[in-house]
């Protein structure tokens, strides 16, 4: 079974940056693509990015086109969130997930416990 660790949120200003990261454990190759989510308070689970494993070729929402990158580092199993010009409504809790068959499916199996991201000066 694939086990997803999720870290880095924390407290940013508005226009400031961030990094998260994502490390798989176990069996990794049900993790074949890699995708971030966030929960906003009361607000449904949006994706924000995906990310192949094997090519490194990524997908990202328009509410955060250009301001976020997505990338990975097999050799370590983690994949990382970097997040560029923070605003007030990118708060929220950040997930990962991992899945099976391409970042164009909604199947993700596979879940991270989430790390908070909170914007506020």
């Known amino acids: 079974q694939l086990q997803l660790v999720a870290s880095g949120g924390g407290l940013v200003q508005p226009g400031g940056s961030l990094r998260l990261s994502c490390v798989a454990f176990?069996?990794?190759?049900?993790?074949?693509?890699i995708g971030w989510f966030r929960q906003a308070p009361g607000k449904g689970r949006e994706r924000v990015s995906c990310?192949?494993?094997?090519?490194?070729?990524?997908r990202y929402a328009d509410s955060v086109q250009g301001r976020i990158t997505i990338s990975r580092d097999n050799a370590k199993n983690t994949m990382y969130l970097q997040m560029n010009s923070r605003q007030p409504e990118d708060k929220g809790i950040y997930y990962c997930?991992?899945?099976?068959?391409?970042?164009?499916?909604?199947?993700?199996?596979?879940w991270g416990q989430g790390t908070q991201v909170t914007v506020s000066s």
């Open positions: 997930a991992a899945n099976p068959d391409s970042c164009g499916s909604d199947t993700f199996i596979y």
């Open positions: 990310i192949s494993m094997s090519d490194g070729s990524a």
């Open positions: 176990g069996a990794t190759d049900e993790g074949n693509f």
